[in-house]
């Protein structure tokens, strides 16, 4: 916190981001998230373990109701087991945030993506490049179809699924590639409302 007690501030242009990155990057809120000490008994168990430390969850917490099914539909879609791997789940969630312009959330997953598929360079590429990078045919099939599902409005089409089937994506695989470009897309326009990223001191 601030020395005046006050997590809102605001963030100096040198902290700033200079575009999307797999380090960790900080967030900073635009409304000032509970206290640790203050949650009641609906906030509580929403807060338990790592997570909870962090201003963003503190924040959502606010609306306990919002931040426990923001929390399972994170549960679901990166823990879910069958379906698409793991790996693929968090590209589409680094396509998605890319898309939408989410640095720190782009960054969290982008580190995900590399840690779970060993592909650091090309998940650099595609942080770097955008949505329009081309890395090898599965990956450009899912950054495709990903990135027209997070376009507003929606430009996916029969097309886009029909290339994923042909590589051997099946239901359970395009149904949670789906489920992730969703909820990241409702993910990034939270932290992108209420606050802002920043780079560690």
Same mark, same amino acid.
């Not at 409304?31 to 962090?54: F, H, M, N, T």
């Not at 042909?166 to 695989?173: P, Q």
């Given at each position: 916190?601030?020395?005046? !007690?006050? /997590? ?10 200079r ?19 203050? $949650? ?31 929390? $399972? ?6 823990? !879910?087991? !069958? !379906?698409?791997?793991? #790996? /693929? ?13 989410? /640095? ?10 590399s ?6 360079? =090309?998940?650099?590429?595609?942080? =770097?490049?955008g949505?329009?990078?081309?890395? =090898? /045919? ?9 990135? #027209?599902?997070? $376009? ?20 359970a ?8 470009? #969703? ?17 560690? #001191?």
């Amino acid at each position: 916190m601030s020395e005046s !007690g006050r /997590e809102v501030r605001g963030v100096e242009t040198s902290r700033r981001p200079r575009g999307f990155t797999q380090e960790q990057l900080d967030w900073v809120p635009w409304v000032e998230p509970i206290v640790l000490a203050d $949650a009641d008994e609906l906030q509580r168990p929403l807060l338990e373990g790592d997570r909870g430390v962090g201003p963003y969850f503190r924040l959502l917490a606010r609306n306990a109701e919002v931040l426990a099914q923001r929390s $399972a539909n994170d549960r679901a879609i990166f823990y !879910g087991r !069958g !379906g698409l791997i793991r #790996a /693929e789940r968090e590209l589409a969630a680094t396509v998605t945030s890319r898309h939408n312009g989410c /640095e720190y959330c782009a960054s969290v997953h982008s580190r995900f993506t590399s840690a779970l598929s060993k592909r650091v360079a =090309d998940v650099q590429r595609l942080l =770097d490049e955008g949505n329009e990078v081309r890395i =090898d /045919e599965r990956w450009d099939a899912v950054i495709d179809f990903v990135d #027209a599902l997070a $376009a507003n409005p929606p430009r996916a089409s029969a097309d886009h699924l029909k290339r994923l089937r042909e590589l051997g994506f099946d239901s359970a695989e395009l149904h949670d590639l789906v489920l992730s470009a #969703a909820s990241f897309s409702w993910a990034n326009r939270l932290m992108l409302t209420l606050g802002e990223p920043e780079v560690p #001191a």
